[in-house]
């Protein structure tokens, strides 16, 4: 799935939920861009400077109306419901980071029966545990 398909298909669940809340007079984006575009931003994973980056340079033409870096990420923190709705409640063992969460120390590998993570390289370092 290319990343275009991705967004296309992410921004129809995310109209199929938002479908009534109507748009601002004042505002330039709908609800259902803002929330996509903020899902989009939490999946990426990257910077607020590196993402605007990205969107304006590949996607300005599924976005044509999206404003200026600072008001996008405005938008993002006044709306920031809308967009939690979407997201999973993070638990134990279902996060989403880009760095490995240790779970256990290096030393204590193997001295359980059920240990939860494997060993691994994370931001060039060993740890036990996951991403």
């Known amino acids: 799935m290319t990343t275009l398909e991705f967004i296309t298909a992410l921004f ?11 748009k601002p007079p004042e505002a330039h984006l709908w609800p259902r861009e803002v929330v996509t575009l903020g899902l989009v931003h939490a999946r990426t994973g990257v910077g607020n ?3 605007s980056r990205w969107l304006t340079r590949d996607y300005r033409q599924l976005f044509p109306l999206v404003p ?5 990420f405005r938008i993002f923190r006044t709306h920031e419901d809308w967009t939690q709705a ?4 993070p638990t134990v063992l279902v996060v989403i980071d880009t760095y490995g969460i240790e779970l256990s120390h290096r030393r204590r590998e193997g001295r359980r029966p059920q240990q939860i993570g494997r060993k691994g390289l994370s931001n060039h370092r060993w740890i036990i545990g996951g991403k």
Do not use: M, S
């Not at 129809?12 to 109507?22: F, G, H, S």
């Not at 200026?68 to 996008?72: G, I, S, V």
């Open 12 to 22: 129809y669940e995310v109209d199929e939920q938002l479908r009534t809340i109507p």
């Open 86 to 89: 979407f997201l999973a409640a």
């Open 68 to 72: 200026e870096r600072t008001r996008l």
């Open 49 to 51: 400077r590196a993402f």
